[in-house]
């Protein structure tokens, strides 16, 4: 806080003794001055000595005392007054030896007057110290006493050296009258006090010194004032940290004056990128935008970027801009990226922002995969398929990228094709074994591993076909294996070594699970083999074990080579074969010479219809399979191989025949027990058997009973017959159905007769039934004793127009359909026979829902996942309705409906229990609609998310991040996977559009009301958000919005602004520009307005141009033709006689080249009388 100067304080004192002193060392130094310069002759008569021993008298008499008072009136303690009593004391032993009687010569007198006037600014800070003796008073003193004292601005030092000591100041104003200072930053400023001379003019005069003297501002603090030395009040100012416009105010009690201060922002110190972090897709793009501030946090236009990033093959663009760059991913994957805008960061006043970016891989780029099937076993040297599915970033399946195989098994080997892969086994029995597929590339990187334990084949032996075979030097035989399970069952063969111990011969493949070929050496040689065998190594604590598990083999005779088969015969030549029938041939084949030979590998064939042959190729026997046809000539054809030596073929004939059903052997009766009423009646129905329990059709049964008064219709049938009873009650009667063959029965009681109806009701017995809608009516019948009892069959009609009944008869009742005139008073009549009942009707127009649909229909939902249900209504034309509020509800174990009631929709909460076939409903009072739910393996990631902040107040034009934070299914916070972001508001937008952590929401440019949606497909949440209208101005206008100006000339623009609905309102502080050349605005910032200051250029279609950060506008001008200019002037009056100490108004007339009157430009106005002096001295 700055210190008050007293009335009557110490600083009062000092400050008049200093002013004394200083007038006095300048007499001295004039004097001498004039002694050493002027003619000997008028030195000579000027006693210097003399002058400076008055000078010095009048110093030691003054600066002393006035300073010793000054000191103990400030309160300063002893040893503090000493120190300042020997700076005051400073002048006094300068002057000493001057009025020692030397005398001086004129140049010694001018070297002793600078002495002592140095000696006075010795005192000058001993009055500074008077006045502000505190820690910022020290720290600011070579700063502001230097401004204050040695550089005042030129208006306050012409002020001061014009002012009249004598007259009592009744006014003042502040230098500078309007300035702008930097927040948080300081400047000094002078009150000069003066006598108003009305008219705007004032003569300068000393600042007078009250009790109440203070300077005050509302922009800022006052840290130090006072009066300077030469009669002005001087203050320092420090700018609050906040921009605003105010004022300072200088109070000298009886008055007082303002000036205007701008409260600015600072220079950029410091920014940052919005978003803070983004996902990209790999080859999308991002735009950043940078927001900067000063050191106190004030938003501030940003300087010129330098913009970067270290992302691999990403570019931004542009380079160098103040506001927003746009970044462009690059086709790999890429985590913790950055994205950088740098302002000379390298500099003590350079700075820099980040942001993080992780580019994505797009959506039809797989990142996971998984295989198929991923726990298996494999044979030992066997194989096993595998196949891999791939999934994109958000789990949705994705082609797979060439990927790479591989696997752990001993001795394996992974053989890739496309996205699958096969398994060749090892021999070694081993479990916990891995196939891995796996891709790099692009900056993605994934695999995934299947287990596999490597087992034995379920095979245990084998035999070979043919067990034992002949076979001619350099000759070939294929021998084939069949295995078979430890219970002697057929089963795959394992992967068999062939082997043969013919001399010269080998087997091909030597490798193989089915057959081998032998070719055989050129010696002739008997009981030689053909081996297959299967093997497998066990390997366990790092040793290896050999087993062989099976062997099978043929005997093979190499003999000399027989001839080939030149032609063959079937047998049986001829058959009879029974329709859907089998019949085995065989066939021998034979020499040209008519020697039987072994016949090759045979194609069987048939044209029987339907029929085929099995096996073939076969050398030696093949069975026909008959159709379902029965025809005679047909044919079986056994053909010599295609590349056999000699083509040969031969056949047998066919009959397809039909063979007799067998005769049935006995029969059943359903029911097979019946209690028949007295009265009554029962159907019972036959079933016939062959001797081997085969079901045949019936015969023509004879139906008969043993029911005292009886009857069956009809008497005779195949399939049944139904009982009448008499009006005896009996038991243990028969029903029997026979023939001469066979016969069969059923056991019958005749019981008590039920009580019949005599009468009926219908429910509803009145109903309104929407055109084109339906009704079910349930018939109630009644005895005679008023009790209900069964209806007998009922005849149902209506006279509704277009109606209908269906079922038209029923012992239950009937659903009504009617038709789509809209009508009253309309029957639907139950009819009996012998009584009847009826229900009115009313046909009523369509309107609203008539029907409801759910989608989705049918889903499946994890344990104690969730999921949306929506509803659509239609009415009764299937056209889109409003639905009324449905009941919401589930049959989900533990499930719940949230909300229960709503006319839209609902989400499930699935409960813990895994359940399919259970269902969701929404039911309005006329109808309902049910989908169907699975409830599946709960899920291990995410099942829900909140938003926060959950709800957002947004200003139209501004940003607002929401984070996600997710949960598993049981509630516990989890990483949430990659979520689609949107929004519903108008205009508004999301960046990034997924991201599993969050996003920037932007707004549109008008208000709105809306949400912001996170979905993963699996789960998602919201956020509500009100955009509002922006505070403050939103635009503006300049008065006027077109001027033409001359050459040199000045026109004010006024600005005026609009809030966001239209509504006036104060302009922020706007920056003005201008584009007329060399043209200048003054000032360059200001609320209110500015003036345009024109150039020396004849232009049109220019602007001046109002703007902040958020608007801009703009008025045109035209720089014309300059009006006539001043080259005279006359002052009125031309002369004047004035009385000392008054004053007297002169005014100038101005004329042009041509002689006429003219605007006078600013003139500076002197005068030559002796301390007389002008106010203004410009106007």
Avoid at 377 to 403: E, H, Q, R
Avoid at 595 to 600: I, K, R, S, T
Wanted: proline residues 5%.
């Amino acid at each position: 806080m700055a210190r008050k100067v007293g009335l009557m304080s110490g600083k009062a004192f000092v400050a008049i003794a200093l002013l004394l002193l200083v007038s006095m060392v300048s007499a001295i130094e004039i004097a001498a001055t004039a002694s050493v310069s002027a003619d000997p002759a008028i030195s000579k008569s000027f006693d210097v000595n003399a002058y400076l021993k008055k000078a010095a008298e009048k110093v030691l008499a003054n600066s002393k005392a006035l300073a010793e008072k000054a000191a103990t009136q400030a309160g300063y303690a002893p040893e503090q007054l000493k120190a300042l009593e020997k700076k005051a004391e400073a002048g006094a032993q300068l002057t000493t030896a001057a009025i020692d009687g030397q005398k001086a010569t004129p140049e010694e007198a001018k070297a002793l007057a600078k002495k002592i006037r140095a000696a006075g600014q010795a005192q000058t800070q001993v009055q500074t110290q008077i006045q502000t003796p505190t820690e910022s008073a020290k720290r600011t003193a070579s700063s502001s006493r230097e401004w204050r004292y040695n550089t005042a601005p030129q208006a306050t030092t012409a002020a001061v050296q014009n002012a009249d000591s004598n007259a009592v100041a009744t006014m003042c104003v502040i230098d500078p009258p309007k300035s702008g200072v930097a927040a948080g930053e300081g400047r000094d400023y002078a009150a000069i006090c003066g006598v108003d001379l009305g008219g705007g003019s004032y003569k300068p005069t000393q600042c007078p010194l009250s009790v109440s003297y203070s300077w005050g501002s509302d922009v800022g603090s006052i840290t130090e004032y006072g009066v300077s030395p030469k009669g002005f009040g001087t203050a320092h100012f420090v700018a609050q940290t906040t921009p605003a416009a105010g004022s300072i105010t200088a109070d000298f009690g009886a008055f007082s004056c303002s000036a205007i201060i701008y409260a600015q922002a600072g220079p950029a110190s410091s920014c940052s990128l919005a978003p803070e972090s983004a996902i990209v897709l790999a080859n999308g793009s991002q735009l950043f935008a940078a927001a900067c501030a000063d050191s106190y946090g004030n938003a501030v236009d940003c300087p010129l970027f330098e913009w970067g990033t270290d992302a691999t093959d990403a570019t931004v663009n542009p380079v160098y801009s103040n506001d927003s760059t746009l970044f462009t991913a690059g086709s790999g994957v890429q985590l913790d990226r950055r994205v950088w805008a740098d302002h000379d960061s390298m500099s003590a006043h350079g700075f820099r922002c980040e942001a993080s970016v992780t580019i994505a891989p797009q959506l039809d780029q797989a990142v996971t995969c998984t295989l198929a099937p991923a726990n298996a076993d494999v044979v030992a040297s066997g194989t096993l398929g595998y196949a891999a599915s791939c999934y994109n970033i958000k789990g949705n399946p994705a082609a797979c990228p060439a990927l790479g195989w591989a696997t752990d098994v001993t001795e394996g080997w992974m053989e890739p094709f496309g996205g699958q892969a096969t398994l060749h086994a090892g021999s070694a029995i081993e479990d916990g074994k891995t196939v891995l597929a796996a891709f790099r590339g692009g900056g993605i990187k994934f695999k995934c591993v299947a287990s596999v334990d490597v087992v034995y084949p379920d095979a245990r032996d084998c035999v070979l076909s043919p067990s034992a075979a002949s076979v001619a030097p350099g000759g070939s035989q294929i021998f084939t294996a069949a295995c078979h399970d430890a219970a002697g069952l057929d089963t795959d063969c394992p992967v068999l070594g062939w082997i043969t111990d013919v001399t010269g011969g080998s087997m091909a493949p030597i490798w193989a699970n089915d057959s081998s070929t032998l070719t055989a050496g050129q010696t002739i040689e008997d009981g030689k083999g053909v081996y297959a065998s299967y093997a497998v190594d066990h390997i366990s604590n790092g040793t290896i074990r050999h087993e062989q598990v099976f062997k099978c083999a043929a005997d093979v005779n190499v003999t000399p080579a027989v001839p080939d088969a030149f032609a063959c015969a079937l047998s049986p030549s001829s058959a009879n074969v029974s329709v859907n029938g089998s019949q085995p041939f065989t066939a021998a084949c034979y020499s040209k010479r008519g020697v039987a030979v072994q016949c090759p590998a045979l194609d069987w064939t048939t044209d029987v219809t339907g029929g085929f042959m099995l096996p073939t190729p076969s050398n030696d026997t093949s069975t026909l399979y008959a159709g379902q046809v029965a025809e005679d000539g047909r044919l079986v054809y056994a053909e010599s191989p295609a590349g056999a030596p000699i083509a040969f073929i031969c056949n047998a004939s066919v009959n397809i025949v039909t063979q007799p059903q067998p005769r049935p052997y006995a029969c059943t009766l359903a029911p097979s027990a019946a209690e028949v009423s007295v009265g009554g009646s029962e159907y019972f129905e036959a079933t016939c058997y062959s001797k081997r329990g085969v079901v045949l059709d019936c015969p023509t049964l004879n139906w008969t009973t043993t029911v005292t008064g009886g009857f069956m219709l009809p008497a005779q049938s195949q399939t049944g017959s139904t009982l009448y009873a008499g009006t005896t009650m009996e038991t243990d009667r028969l029903v029997a159905a026979s023939t001469v063959d066979f016969s069969c029965y059923a056991s019958v009681n005749v019981t008590k007769p039920q009580a019949f109806a005599v009468s009926c009701s219908l429910d509803p017995n009145a109903a309104s039934i929407i055109v084109g809608g339906s009704q079910y009516f349930a018939a109630t019948c009644f005895d005679s004793s008023g009790n209900a009892t069964d209806c007998p069959i009922i005849d149902f009609f209506t006279d509704v127009t277009d109606g209908f009944v269906l079922p038209p008869a029923s012992q239950n009742g009937t659903t009504l359909y009617v038709g789509m005139v809209a009508e009253n008073d309309r029957v639907l009549v139950a009819d009996a026979g012998n009584f009847s009942c009826s229900a009115s009707v009313n046909v009523i127009p369509v309107g609203g829902a008539q029907s409801c649909a759910l989608d989705p229909n049918a889903t499946s939902v994890h344990v104690g996942g969730t999921q949306y249900f929506s509803a659509a209504c239609f009415d009764f034309a299937g056209s889109a309705a409003a639905c009324p509020d449905l009941n919401w509800t589930t049959t989900v174990t533990g499930g719940t409906m949230l909300p229960a009631q709503s006319p839209i929709g609902s989400t499930l909460h699935a409960g813990a229990t895994m359940e399919d076939g259970r269902t969701v409903t929404a039911e309005a009072q006329a109808f309902s609609c049910t989908a169907f739910v699975n409830v599946t393996k709960p899920i291990t990631g995410p099942v829900a998310c909140n938003l926060t902040p959950s709800s957002a107040a947004i200003a139209v034009g501004s940003l607002q991040f929401f984070y996600a934070t997710c949960f598993d299914s049981a509630g516990n916070e989890t990483n949430c996977s990659v979520m689609d972001w949107a929004t519903t508001i108008t205009g508004g937008s999301m960046s990034p559009l997924q991201s599993a952590f969050g996003s920037v929401f932007s707004t549109g440019p008008t208000p709105d009301y809306g949400v912001v949606i996170a979905d993963s497909g699996n789960y998602s949440c919201a956020a509500t958000v009100n955009v509002t209208a922006p505070a403050g101005a939103q635009s503006c206008s300049l008065n006027p919005d077109a001027a033409s100006v001359p050459i040199s000339g000045t026109q004010y623009f006024a600005a005026s602004c609009l809030d966001y609905y239209g509504g006036a309102i104060a302009c922020p502080q706007l920056n003005w520009t201008t584009t007329v050349t060399n043209g200048s605005m003054t000032p360059l910032v200001s609320a209110t307005g500015s003036t345009l200051q024109a150039g020396t250029v004849m232009e049109d279609g220019k602007t001046v141009t109002a703007f902040d950060a958020a608007f801009s506008c703009n008025a045109s001008v035209n720089v014309t033709k300059p009006q006539a200019y001043a080259v005279s002037c006359n002052l009125t009056p031309s002369s004047a006689s004035i009385q000392v100490g008054a004053s007297l108004q002169f005014n100038a007339a101005c004329f042009d080249s041509a002689g006429n009157a003219t605007d006078c430009a600013a003139m500076n106005w002197t005068t030559t009388v002796t301390n007389g002096s002008m106010a203004p001295l410009q106007s």
